[in-house]
Nanobody, 115 residues
Framework: QVQLMESGGGSAQPGGSLRLSCAAS????????MGWYRQAPGKQRELVAR???????NYKDSVKGRFTISRDNAENTVVLQMNMLKPEDTAVYYC?????????WGQGTQVTVSS
């Protein structure tokens, strides 16, 4: 049974930084993709960034140049470094892992950007 442990998040002022971490346990070496999604109130969940085992990375256009995703395949961890935060980045952020054909979600962590 794959389990995800998220950490990080919280509050920041516009222009500030936050860091999200996610560790997957129970998956062995079979993780295909690790990433982060977010969901703001009244909106659909959307992809923020993801990284495949091959090293391919996808970013949501609005976070390019501000957010950086990194993954440690040996440790099964993924980190999202968020810089130059904007109020519109406010949302619940969810870690997402695809392994063995299954899609696994973390419990979510709140990110609030306001002055």
């Amino acid at each position: 049974q794959v389990q995800l442990m998220e950490s990080g998040g919280g509050s920041a002022q516009p222009g500030g930084s936050l860091r999200l971490s996610c560790a997957a346990s129970g998956s062995g070496s079979g993780i295909y993709v690790m990433g982060w999604y977010r969901q703001a109130p009244g909106k659909q969940r959307e992809l923020v960034a993801r990284v495949f085992t091959s090293g391919t990375i996808n970013y949501k256009d609005s976070v390019k140049g501000r957010f950086t995703i990194s993954r440690d395949n040996a440790e099964n961890t993924v980190v999202l470094q968020m810089n130059m935060l904007k109020p519109e980045d406010t949302a619940v952020y969810y870690c997402n892992v695809v392994v063995g054909g299954q899609v696994i979600w973390g419990q979510g962590t709140q990110v609030t950007v306001s002055s």
